[in-house]
């Protein structure tokens, strides 16, 4: 779905879940460290705001988005209540790119079908940096508070 010319980041607060008592791990990927930190920043905000307590908000970095998945299921493993995990890939010159984002999308399906701790895909999948630039704090919003308020929704299933 594209997010052309609309910033999808506007929230109503009394119209998401509450984070009161969750416990949400956040698993970043360290490439593309500007974008991805800006993209926790929006999470781990919005996660705030909608009543998660500092304490409750876990984080693991991992070297890449390709490490997202294993990160994500050691998070899921330590006991948190959803997981949300960052990344952002940005096209090359080589098909690098289309196998990363394959097999992290597909890593995190799996793990969505073998557990029953929800994780979140708020990683970028982009052809240049100024689309990142533009989903991570710009003029289109921040995946990072679109993936918390998902993340919130997604708790309240379980
Ligand atoms: C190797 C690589 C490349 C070329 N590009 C990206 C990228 O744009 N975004 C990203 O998150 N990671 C990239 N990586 C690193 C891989 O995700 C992974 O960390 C390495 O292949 C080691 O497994």
């Known amino acids: 779905m594209s997010t052309q ?5 506007n929230y109503d607060v009394s119209k998401v879940p509450s984070g009161v008592g969750l416990t949400i791990g956040l698993v970043v990927s360290n490439w593309n460290e500007d974008i991805t930190e800006s993209l926790y920043s929006g999470a781990y905000d919005t ?4 009543g998660v307590i500092s304490d409750n908000i876990k984080r693991i970095d991992v070297p890449g988005s390709f490490e997202l998945v ?6 899921i493993q ?10 952002c890939v940005i096209k090359g010159e080589t098909e690098h790119f289309n196998y990363i984002c394959q097999s ?11 557990f029953d701790i929800p994780v979140v895909f708020c990683v970028l999948t982009d052809n240049i940096k100024q689309q990142s630039i533009d989903r991570s704090g710009g003029k289109f919003g921040n995946k990072g508070v679109e993936a918390a308020i998902t993340a ?6 379980n």
Do not use: P, R
Request: charged share 15%.
């Open 47 to 50: 996660l705030l705001n909608c």
């Open 78 to 87: 330590s006991g948190v209540d959803v997981v949300i995990a960052i990344g």
């Open 104 to 114: 992290v999308s597909k890593g995190i399906i799996d793990l969505n079908i073998n």
């Open 152 to 157: 919130l929704q997604l708790a309240n299933l």
């Open 5 to 9: 010319n609309s910033d999808l980041s």
């Open 70 to 75: 294993f990160g994500s299921k050691k998070m």
